[in-house]
């Protein structure tokens, strides 16, 4: 990467919203410019500091970003790793991505930044530690929509009164009616449009994302086509778009909002879908109404499977057949067979996977 921005310090650029009365689209409609991109990830960045200061091991850990502006690949994704920053990394693609607008830049900023801080529930499967030595755990991406709208993008435009309002005006009454019921006051009602706009464009985002990778007809996410399938398990990847606009809206009139720098639910056994993880994070989020999160994705009634003997991985082979065995305690037991004539094996480090008999697992995989 030739061209990488970075930043690891608490910014306090002003957000930058609103036309220019001479015919220039607002910073609402249009993409970030880079220093509109890079002022929004320093704003981000400094709302959450302190958490990851407080974080076990206290004083050990910082929030910091980088975009890469030489890559055209259009992915933001976040790495947590022992001894270094939770860093939220960009690429210029996605600056540019197609329905990309400042709004929804600083909307999926706080997605990413959820990924650190949204806590339970967390992705379980491939989180490489269970000890707790990271400080927390990856949010689940329904969690991470979740935290975006009802805690994150609510501390970085609260101030923002102009702005919030304009936006509140844009929605039709049946929206801004969801804003009216939820908060009593002018100023979160207007606040609440202001997010619920930025979660319509950030919807045509997603669904454009996902027809890109799995081709099919594009149907845009609606506030009044809600997704009424229910999830048997909570799911720890994206949902459909449908459901994540969903989610964002009840993020949006959710009263209910996150106190303190604890990541909510990380508890022993960290990472896991737990009972204890469960009601550790319960009273920090709406459990019932319109602010709860959507049963597409999250269900409350998830039975935990006990991996502890198991492991999360192993090979096993059963019916003459060869294959690697998966335990995650919200999906249970899964297994994937192996092909023709491969086997499997595991490696030093613990990874079960299918081979070709020659190969060694530790030295090339198949």
């Known amino acids: 990467m030739d061209d990488v921005s970075t930043h ?9 919203l609103g036309g220019t009365g001479d015919g220039v689209p607002s910073a609402g409609d249009r993409p970030p410019t880079r220093e509109e991109a890079e002022a929004i990830l320093d704003r981000v960045v400094a709302l ?68 650190f801080i949204g806590g339970f529930p967390f992705k379980t499967s491939g989180r ?8 927390t755990s990856v949010s689940s991406e329904g969690q991470a929509d979740y935290f975006a709208t009802k805690d ?10 102009e702005a919030n309002a304009a936006a509140f005006a844009e929605l039709d009454p049946s929206a ?53 399938t229910e ?3 909570t799911k720890e990847g994206h949902p459909a778009s449908q459901c994540r606009l969903d989610t964002l809206v009840a993020g949006a009139v959710c009263s209910v909002k996150a106190t303190g720098t604890e990541i909510r639910g990380f508890v022993p056994p960290y990472g896991e879908y737990s009972d204890a993880s469960q009601e550790a994070a ?46 995650d305690t919200t999906s249970g037991i899964t297994h994937y067979w192996c092909f023709g004539d491969q086997v499997c094996k595991t490696s030093r480090d613990g990874i079960s996977d299918c081979y070709d008999p020659d190969v060694d697992p530790d030295e090339g995989s198949f």
């Open 8 to 16: 690891g310090a608490d910014g306090n650029s002003a957000a930058i």
């Open 48 to 115: 959450y500091q302190d958490h990851a200061a407080a974080a076990n091991p206290a004083g050990t850990h910082k929030l910091s970003w980088a975009i890469d502006w030489d890559s055209d690949a259009v992915t933001a994704h976040v790495l947590l790793k022992h001894g270094e920053d939770w860093t939220i990394e960009v690429s210029r693609g996605f600056l540019t991505a197609s329905s990309m607008t400042t709004e929804v830049f600083a909307l999926t900023m706080c997605h990413e930044m959820g990924h």
């Open 282 to 327: 319960r009273p920090f989020a709406c459990q019932t109404g319109p602010g709860a999160r959507p049963r597409c994705w999250f269900q409350p009634d998830t039975v935990a499977t006990d991996c502890s003997e198991l492991g999360q991985q192993a090979c096993v082979v059963e019916d003459g057949r060869t294959g690697v065995r998966y335990c």
């Open 152 to 161: 994150c993008l609510p501390r970085l435009w609260a101030n923002e009164t």
């Open 128 to 135: 490489g530690d269970s000890t707790g030595a990271l400080g």
């Open 176 to 228: 801004r009616e969801r804003c009216t019921t939820a908060y009593s006051d002018l100023a979160s009602q207007e606040l609440c449009g202001r997010i619920l706009l930025a979660s319509l464009q950030t919807g045509r985002l997603y669904e454009e994302q996902a027809v890109l990778q799995a081709p099919r007809e594009l149907v845009y996410p609606r506030f009044d086509t809600p997704d009424t």
């Open 231 to 233: 999830a048997s398990v």
